[in-house]
């Protein structure tokens, strides 16, 4: 009887140290995100029970470059706890509108700044400068750049994101950008393949599909990935966008289709690196097959890191739900022990690699000439189109401003742990001499609102209106209509296809983007200095 026992608990023994070796090999496979300043319960408990890969930082996550770096030097040790891989730390540091990380870190303009500006040594010396300022404040993985064609104008999603209108731009440009930030020693994804250029639907909020030929596709949206495939990139993070041409199902995006991440991707493109998810929280993911069913279905596919940006419950669902799987036999565990070791091969840049090396106090950020190339990239990127005169620095100017005032994935803006500065042109109208009074308005401009601003520029001889992607909101194009032309000054807040609502307007300016450090140059011209 004895032997028998003895027999069995060797056996179980063995089965829950398989157990165990499974759980580990799965966490690998999850990049996660919490809502914290400091290491909280719920991330330290995904790491030492789950021991997941990766963590996704947010505005959420950030004070100031100091306290980032605290935040990620702590990760990386209670990882240590229990794991001799270290963690993948992540953001979407892009530039523009989608910089997490904004106060105390150098001002990068917009992907289609740079391309307004029209240098490419520049694109890639301030991305070098981004990708080495992420990296001394501990974020290994820089989710840039954007190799999106948006040739698309009533695209909600990437507009300014995108490096140009066109194939060979972007690949001008996107890989300038990929150059620089590997030679920081981060590692770098590219994103969102296939291309969400041409979607006129925010996949946040629901299914977009791109239906051209197999011909156009290999043309267009994914020439900057083949670019980026031959130099080397470290990621590619997938779209949750249908393609017909490569999945018949239309119910299936890219990030869940192993005919465009497996035969497509890996198949005839080569591509051997990792391929990680958009977030599955998304409601293109999340409202069909749902958060678990998603990571099941992206790993099935092809994908190697499973993004899930938000909520606990939905981690530790998925995580367990592919831990199901593969006992179940729905997901082979050659599939994980493929994206483990693609996984593995990542966590070798040198980012990664010396953790431990790295200074606590990040030693040099916002450095003089890396602040004085920023400021000329964006002055060369305001583009002024037809006629122009300067305000009037003798009457009063009204100024109505449109901003975000809704978290989304894209726009943070006054939603971090501190008080961002708005995107407003109000501080430097003031600083620059102007008598201003200001009425501010949602993005969505709502009938109210709109009423609202209308009353407040009545009878006023001088209006400036920031926009905020026009051409796509009905309330913003109908404060354009109603204000008089003869008065107005039209800035686009983003988008620079709002110019087009207003060609009689007394100047038109757009500078890709309304973060202070692009609100700059406006102002400058707006008061009249060359």
Not at 109 to 116: D, I, K, T, W, Y
Not at 482 to 505: C, E, N, S
């Amino acid at each position: 009887m004895s032997g028998t026992i003895a027999i069995v608990t060797h056996r179980n023994t063995g089965e829950k140290a398989m157990e165990q070796g499974l759980r580990e090999k799965t966490g690998q496979l999850f990049m996660v995100g919490f809502d914290g300043l400091a290491a909280d319960d719920h991330i330290r408990t995904l790491i030492r029970r789950y021991q997941i890969g990766g963590v996704i930082l947010f505005r959420r996550n950030v004070q100031s470059p100091r306290q980032v770096s605290a935040l990620c030097r702590e990760l990386q040790e209670i990882n240590a706890e229990v794991s001799d891989i270290p963690l993948l730390i992540a953001i979407d540091q892009e530039g523009g509108m989608v910089m997490r990380i904004e106060q105390g870190v150098t001002p990068i303009p917009s992907a289609m700044a740079f391309q307004a500006a029209g240098s490419v040594p520049d694109c890639e010396r301030l991305n070098h400068v981004s990708g080495d300022e992420m990296r001394q404040v501990g974020v290994n993985l820089m989710l840039a750049p954007v190799l999106d064609v948006n040739n698309n104008r009533d695209n909600p999603v990437i507009g300014v994101r995108a490096y140009g209108e066109d194939a060979a731009t972007v690949i001008d440009y996107g890989m300038a950008a990929m150059r620089g930030q590997q030679s920081s020693g981060v590692a770098v994804t590219a994103k969102h393949f296939p291309g969400h250029g041409d979607t006129a639907t925010d996949t946040h909020h629901a299914m977009a599909k791109v239906a051209h030929d197999k011909e156009r596709l290999q043309a267009v949206e994914l020439a900057p990935f083949r670019a980026a495939i031959a130099l080397g990139v470290d990621a590619i993070m997938t779209a949750h966008v249908v393609f017909p041409a490569f999945e018949l199902d239309t119910s299936v995006p890219a990030t869940l289709s192993k005919g465009v991440l497996t035969d497509l991707l890996r198949g005839q493109m080569g591509y051997e690196g990792v391929v990680i998810t958009d977030c599955l929280e998304m409601a293109a993911i999340a409202d069909g097959i749902g958060v678990s069913g998603g990571a099941v279905a992206a790993l099935q596919a092809g994908a190697d890191i499973v993004l899930i940006s938000h909520s606990q419950a939905r981690q530790q669902a998925a995580i367990e739900a592919v831990l199901a799987a593969v006992d179940s036999g729905a997901l082979a565990m050659a599939r994980i022990d493929e994206a483990v070791a693609r996984v593995a091969a990542l966590k070798r840049v040198h980012a990664v690699r010396d953790w431990r090396q790295r200074a606590v106090t990040p030693p040099a950020l916002m450095r003089p000439e890396a602040l004085a190339l920023a400021h000329k990239v964006q002055q060369a990127a305001l583009r002024v189109p037809g006629p122009y005169r300067p305000l009037d620095a003798g009457l009063p100017v009204t100024l109505i401003t449109v901003e975000v005032r809704a978290r989304s994935e894209i726009d943070e803006v006054a939603l971090g742990r501190h008080q961002d500065a708005r995107s407003s042109m109000l501080p430097a109208l003031l600083a620059a001499g102007f008598e201003v009074r200001e009425f501010a308005l949602s993005t969505q401009a709502q009938p109210a609102e709109v009423d609202a601003a209308l009353a407040f520029a009545q009878g006023a001889r001088q209006i400036v209106l920031q926009t905020y992607n026009a051409v796509l909101v009905d309330g913003q194009r109908r404060l354009l209509g109603a204000l008089p032309h003869d008065r107005l000054w039209l800035v686009a807040g983003r988008l620079p296809y709002d110019l087009d609502l207003a060609p009689d307007a007394q100047g038109r300016l757009a500078a890709f983007g309304c973060r202070p450090a692009a609100l700059v140059p406006v102002v400058d011209k707006l008061a009249g200095k060359d």
